[in-house]
């Protein structure tokens, strides 16, 4: 069964901490995609990935980490500098040419 | 920077008439034109796309048309049903890198 998933689902944080958002995709694609959704809004990207080893900064990269150490995998790190983390976040794969496939998302929750 | 404009922000339409979603896009370079679909609390699903080699392209009720010259390009749904009450977000491709996407539009089809 082919896709891309998060996880968690729901994430609570107290504030100061860093807590990672996972990401995995079974597609084989390149390039992978955080971005960040508030209530009503559109979508902001936070980081991307073309290829391993590399990434680069989106529109509001400023409180977050990535790493890509490996093409399946593309985990997000929201560090205690992002100062208004409550949010839903989306990750999002694709092969050069094609349109972006999207996981189901995390739902962030600063207590 | 790249700019995606998505008109209506709502739109409500009764059950069984059409509805239409406008988005306009700034790089004349772009060529592939995707339009997604967002249920509440869920990830954002591809329901059509279009490329600039065509002007229209229809799945079912769903359908595309692309003006290149005046940059544009609308999502048409007929016969519509409460199943399609959802979020829908235009994109255009940013020089094969990632994505630009409209802020949104939200559907609401009244039974």
């Known amino acids: 069964d082919g896709g891309i998933t998060q996880s968690p689902k729901y994430l609570f944080r107290k504030e100061g901490q860093n807590v990672t958002l996972s990401c995995e995709q079974n597609l084989n694609h390149d390039a992978m995609y955080w971005y960040r959704q508030d209530p009503g809004q559109g979508l902001r990207l936070i980081y991307y990935?073309?290829?391993?080893?590399?990434?680069q900064k989106g529109d509001i990269a400023e409180g977050y980490s990535v790493s890509r150490e490996k093409k399946e995998s593309f985990p997000l790190t929201v560090t205690s500098a992002q100062k208004n983390p409550t949010a839903f976040y989306l990750c999002?794969?694709?092969?050069?040419?094609?349109?972006?496939?999207f996981g189901p998302g995390t739902r962030l929750t600063v207590l | 920077g790249e700019n995606v404009e998505q008109h209506p922000s709502t739109l409500s339409v009764q059950e069984g008439d059409s509805a239409v979603i406008k988005c306009t896009y700034s790089?004349?370079?772009?060529?592939?034109f995707p339009w997604y679909k967002q249920e509440l609390g869920k990830g954002p699903q591809l329901i059509i796309d279009i490329r600039s080699n065509v002007g229209e392209k229809k799945d079912q009720r769903i359908a595309v048309t692309l003006n290149k010259t005046a940059k544009h390009f609308s999502l048409h749904i007929t016969e519509t049903q409460p199943e399609d009450s959802a979020v829908y977000f235009c994109a255009e491709d940013n020089y094969g890198q990632n994505f630009v996407f409209g802020p949104g539009t939200r559907l609401s089809v009244l039974p």
């Open positions: 999002a794969s694709t092969s050069q040419g094609d349109t972006q496939y």
């Open positions: 990935s073309q290829i391993v080893n590399d990434f």
């Open positions: 790089d004349s370079a772009s060529n592939y």
